[in-house]
């Protein structure tokens, strides 16, 4: 059984390394990099119209690829660097950061996107942690470089979890990571004691 497991998983590997030189031609972005510009073309949104969310002006997911290929210039044609810009925009829809269509136009969808309120907030506080699992345990593990990998695993998910909206799961999942801290605090402090 295990065997099959670790066939499959090795066969998954295949495909996702087969998916990625198919698409990559030359040097692209990593996903974080992608992320963190994408906040960055957000936050300058937010500050070129500090207006009343009433008054935003909606921007078009053109507008964003513009962004990226004036300011990056590894961004280029790489397939697989606008397939990851794609799947950021969606999880800033479901995450509530952004909402498709343009405020006051009952009739707009795609390509238009809206910040709204909530996105907003984050990006001004700049608490994009909820909405980047990744940048979150990054910055976890600046802070706590010997931190365990198992409450590593828990608190990602956790964060992940609570970007999409799943708060129970969210909660359960920070509740295993606290206890594993909890559980290696304890044995520290028995064997500082025998």
């Known amino acids: ?56 002006k909606s921007f078009t997911r053109g507008s964003i690829f513009d962004y990226f290929q004036k300011n990056f210039t590894d961004w280029g044609e790489d397939k697989l ?17 952004l909402f498709i269509g343009d405020f006051g136009d009952t009739n707009s969808g795609t390509p238009w996107y809206t910040i709204t309120e909530f996105g907003k907030e984050c990006i001004r506080n700049s608490n994009i942690l909820p909405f980047d699992p990744d940048g979150y345990i990054g910055k976890i593990r600046q802070q706590i470089p010997n931190i365990d990998p198992i409450v590593l695993d828990y608190l990602h998910e956790a964060v992940a979890c609570y970007g999409r909206q799943l708060l129970l799961s969210s909660t359960i999942t920070l509740g295993t990571a606290s206890e594993k801290c909890i559980i290696l605090l304890i044995d520290t402090f028995a064997e500082a004691i025998t």
């Open 81 to 97: 660097n606008k397939i990851i810009l794609w799947e950021e925009i969606h999880f800033l829809v479901t995450a509530n950061v």
């Open 1 to 56: 059984m295990f065997r099959k497991l670790f066939d499959i998983f090795c066969g998954l590997d295949m495909v996702i390394n087969n998916f990625q030189n198919t698409y990559r031609k030359g040097i692209g972005m990593e996903r974080q990099d992608i992320r963190n510009a994408l906040w960055q073309f957000l936050q300058d949104k937010i500050n070129q119209q500090n207006k009343p969310f009433h008054q935003i």
